[in-house]
């Protein structure tokens, strides 16, 4: 019913800059919360970024000052601008929104974008 669309993933060289977007559709009544997440093979999925309904945000000390999370409500979608990107920024990069529904149900759901690789290499 709620469908999570990442776009924007690539090769960048260090140093470099990319803004990925996660982009939500279905059956959405508001978004409480959007996340920014990775995660690389063998490891545990890590929280990098996240911004709440009132514009809140919080970020993993790892890509403070770097990574910047925004979101255009009126369309559902959360970016993530990552500037200065070094080899261990290589991941593959989620999105995570925290929705209510149409209807009755007033109860947020999570819900996770299908993922984007980014690499940074030289």
């Known amino acids: 019913q709620v469908q999570l669309v990442e776009s924007g993933g690539g090769t960048v060289q260090p140093g470099g800059s990319l803004r990925l977007s996660c982009a939500a559709s279905?059956?959405?009544?508001?978004?409480?919360?959007m996340g920014w997440y990775r995660q690389v093979p063998g490891n545990q999925r890590e929280l990098l970024a996240s911004?709440?309904?009132?514009?809140?945000?919080n970020y993993a000390d790892s890509v403070k000052g770097r990574f910047t999370i925004s979101r255009h409500n009126s369309k559902n979608i959360a970016y993530l601008q990552m500037k200065s990107l070094k080899p261990e920024d290589t991941a593959v990069y989620y999105c995570?929104?925290?929705?209510?529904?149409?209807?009755?149900?007033?109860?947020?759901?999570?819900?996770w974008g299908q993922g984007t690789q980014v690499t940074v290499s030289s």
């Open positions: 995570n929104f925290g929705v209510r529904l149409t209807g009755w149900d007033t109860k947020t759901y999570d819900y």
């Open positions: 279905g059956s959405i009544f508001s978004i409480n919360y």
């Open positions: 911004i709440t309904a009132t514009g809140s945000t």
